[in-house]
């Protein structure tokens, strides 16, 4: 019998007071002190914070659920433990609380490594990594994302919808990495994959934020899914939801009997939209206990970054509260201090522990400086989803296009703020749910129309400045909008117009791999320079991308209505040989070919246009995109 974890210390709970206990998951939860000579866990150490409570006690497997108390550890720190020595891995464990309330409530452990399939809500004691990992080369490399060396496109994925009949990590693990690499994305982001009590809520509802989902198998086997994808060369975002919880009352809520991971007035604590609490970031052990669980995903699961939702409402003390719903902060202004102290801290936290991991906000306002240092007053991400463009794109692209010609700044109005930011630009489940529609229906027109407008979505997409997000099921071009109790349509490929979606896809993928000028200036204004934002008559647009040099550079021209543009003048930077890289019109994408298929690129001229030196004139199919690449003859 060898002990595999030690004792509880001064500094541990000095380090818990003050809220800034790093590995938290080694003090609290179920602890294995011994293992066998097989491995497997033969004595467990319980732990739990419960301050307020009048007595706590631990019931499961081993003691055929009979209460079995815990004692007070000290006087001051409100944690509770007790060693069972007949406790093994797998077995199933709940708290019975008495509260200070005086009742008796049945608890999952909130430190729970591992759950019980929902429905079922038991805590399952669990050994912690024991994964033997096989992506050293993965993890040695994969800052150059976090530095912009190297391009992010993210596929962003809910598992238990994305491929029915596949519903394993080790299935997932296989069946997405071939498909995310056949496509070409470099990241996948898991919508929560945290334990989760209602599988409607898409995991937006944690209830074990230690635990990963047993709906796909065990800890274990979220370490292999993860592991398998490093080895593809596929990073892995996990969505993070420290914003609110669920008040299920054998969760977190009214933990020992008092509000104890919410905040304790209802104003602050209480999520109008959601029906859910909200965390007392104000609390030490609160915090601790977030921090903590970011940094145990990035340590435990190796995964290459968080996607922190809901960011906006943990800002505002008045999000979506009316006059009398909300109390102000001690300056008596609207703004979170509480929240905001967390979310700096949270970010530096990670920042200095995982230096090479992302951190992206959902933050749905102009809040200024989210991913601005915190030395300078920032929230230290280091990206954040820019709904608006998603917001302005969509809507754009909803109106006929005889009409788009009054809506014409919709697209480039992003343009005027997209250095202000370090941007991911989102094509996420948002816009496809509750109603609004698939992407494809969206398109205004007949089918001929939507499909063109998409494939010209999904370039004009790829060739702005700002790393990318898009959502799973986008590819096969889907009509009816996002599910999660189905699977995705992917008989769908087998019908040449979304086939023709998919493999242009692809194509983005391998030109952005191909032409860096499409990305690696993402955060350099030089690096974009419009060359016709005002031509709203024909619904027109040009600009240049200039790579990372000067010396290479994408000159892409966008036509959003379904008539040709024959002899459209272009700028170019310099004359010579240009490749035609992309025409979303082409026949292969299931485009009308209006171009033809005999000119695979075009000679520019010494003809001075648009505050450019050369320039073309070429033919722009209906409802199309087009880019020319070319590297500097110099």
């Known amino acids: 019998m060898a002990s595999i974890t030690r004792p509880i ?6 380090l818990f007071g003050e809220g800034t206990h790093r590995r938290l998951w080694e003090l609290l939860g179920a602890q294995p002190l011994s293992v066998d000579e097989s491995g497997s866990v033969r004595s467990v150490r319980f732990g739990v914070w419960a301050p307020n409570a009048e007595r706590v006690e631990v019931v499961g497997d081993w003691n055929d659920w009979k209460p079995e108390p815990l004692s007070r550890f000290d006087t001051t720190s409100g944690i509770w433990t007790t060693v069972a020595p007949s406790a093994l891995d797998g077995h199933r464990f709940k708290y019975v609380v008495t509260g200070a309330d005086g009742r008796a409530v049945t608890k999952a452990d909130p430190m729970a490594r591992q759950a019980e399939v929902p429905p079922s809500d038991a805590s399952v004691v669990a050994m912690g990594d024991v994964h033997d990992w096989a992506d050293d080369e993965w993890m040695q490399t994969r800052g150059s994302t976090r530095s912009g060396a190297t391009t992010l496109r993210i596929y962003e994925l809910q598992l238990g919808s994305w491929r029915r009949g596949v519903e394993t990590w080790d299935g997932l693990a296989t069946a997405i990495g071939e498909h995310v690499e056949r496509l ?43 592991d398998v994808l490093h080895g593809r060369g596929i990073g892995v975002i996990v969505d993070w939801v420290p914003a609110h919880f669920p008040r299920d009352e054998w969760s977190l809520g009214r933990f020992d009997g008092t509000p104890l991971y919410e905040h304790p007035d209802p104003r602050r604590g209480e999520h109008p939209d959601w029906g859910t609490y909200v965390f007392d970031y104000g609390r030490n052990e609160v915090r601790n206990f977030l921090v903590a669980n970011a940094l145990y995903w990035l340590d435990q699961f190796h995964v290459d970054g968080l996607r922190v939702d809901a ?32 979310i700096r801290e949270a970010n530096s ?25 915190i030395d300078d007053g920032g929230l230290g991400f280091t990206h954040k989803w820019n709904l608006g463009w998603m917001h302005d794109t969509l809507d754009y692209l909803t109106h006929d296009p005889v009409h788009r010609r009054h809506h014409h700044h919709e697209l480039t109005f992003a343009l005027l703020y997209a250095y202000d930011e370090r941007f991911i630009l989102p094509l996420s489940h948002d816009e496809v749910v509750h109603g609004k529609g698939s992407l494809l229906a969206k398109m205004a027109g007949d089918d001929w129309q939507r499909f063109a407008a998409l494939r010209t979505l999904y370039a004009w997409h790829w060739s702005l400045p700002g790393a990318l997000l898009f959502l799973m099921g986008c590819e096969l071009a889907t009509w009816v909008e996002w599910n999660a109790d189905s699977g995705l349509p992917w008989h769908l490929l087998d019908h040449a117009p979304h086939r023709g979606v998919h493999d242009l896809v692809v194509a983005l993928n391998r030109l952005s791999d191909r032409w860096p000028a499409l990305w690696r200036r993402d955060t350099d204004p030089a690096g974009f320079q419009w060359l016709d934002a005002d031509d709203a008559d024909h619904s027109l647009y040009a600009f240049v991308r200039w790579g990372p040099d000067g010396d290479t550079a994408i000159v892409g021209i966008a036509n959003f209505t379904p008539v040709p543009r024959p002899g459209y003048r272009v ?9 035609i890289v992309l025409d979303t019109d082409d026949a292969l994408w299931w485009g009308s070919g209006h171009r033809g298929e005999d000119r695979p690129g075009v000679t520019g001229t010494d003809d001075a246009w648009q505050s450019l030196g050369s320039s073309v004139l070429i033919d722009i199919g209906p409802m199309s995109r087009v880019w020319l690449a070319a590297r500097s003859p110099g």
């Not at 210390?9 to 000095?14: A, F, K, S, T």
């Open 9 to 14: 210390g001064e500094l541990d709970l000095h």
């Open 184 to 226: 070409g994305f470099t990241h996948v982001e898991l919508m929560p994959i945290a334990e989760h009590p209602f599988g409607g809520s898409w995991g937006y509802q944690v209830s074990g934020y230690y635990a990963p989902t047993a709906r796909f198998g065990d800890p274990e086997g979220f370490r292999r899914f993860v």
């Open 311 to 342: 960011v906006a409402s943990m800002l505002y003390l008045d999000y979506s509260r009316g006059a009398g719903q909300w109390s102000p902060n001690e300056f008596g202004g609207r703004d979170d201090l509480e929240a905001l102290a967390f």
């Open 349 to 373: 936290v990670v920042a200095d522990e995982f230096p090479d991991a992302l951190m992206s906000a959902e933050e749905s306002t102009a809040w200024p400086g989210v991913t601005a240092s």
């Open 571 to 579: 700028g170019l930077p310099w004359g010579g040989p240009w490749e």
